[in-house]
């Protein structure tokens, strides 16, 4: 075989595998109660509106077998309040479907010192991992 050959099988490999790959997803707040249904090894971000100033943050409630946490949780605060004291932002959870099966993974937005209270806020999602 001759370099241009192994050039292109090569190249066709690399497209092959990165076809193989399962796109990221990203939920907001939109997507609230809703069902997904993704392939293994697909990356799950979530981005919610949170402001951690006021002492409200979110947590996880609820992790199902078939998600694992895919790095730390993470804030970035409002580019367009970014001088504004208290100002709000953005947390993002990242998660991988590592298990076929379905679940439900729960959120909850709160004060850690004054536990679940009615006003407590929940982003619901039931996953389906294929």
Not at 39 to 64: H, M, Q, R, V
Not at 79 to 98: E, M, R, W, Y
């Amino acid at each position: 075989m001759d370099k241009k050959s192994i050039l292109a099988i090569i190249l066709l490999a690399g497209i092959f595998l990165l076809s193989c790959t399962p796109k990221p997803m990203t939920l907001t707040e939109q997507d609230n109660g809703k069902e997904i249904t993704v392939e293994k090894g697909t990356e799950i971000a979530i981005e919610l509106p949170s402001n951690p100033t006021t002492g409200f943050d979110w947590y996880i409630e609820k992790l199902p077998e078939n998600l694992e946490p895919a790095g730390a949780k993470t804030y970035v605060s409002s580019k367009t309040d970014k001088n504004i004291v208290g100002a709000g932002g953005t947390t993002k959870f990242t998660f991988k479907a590592v298990k076929s099966g379905e679940g439900m993974l729960v959120l909850i937005y709160k004060r850690n010192w004054e536990g679940v209270t009615p006003e407590s806020k929940k982003f619901e999602i039931k996953i389906n991992v294929r």
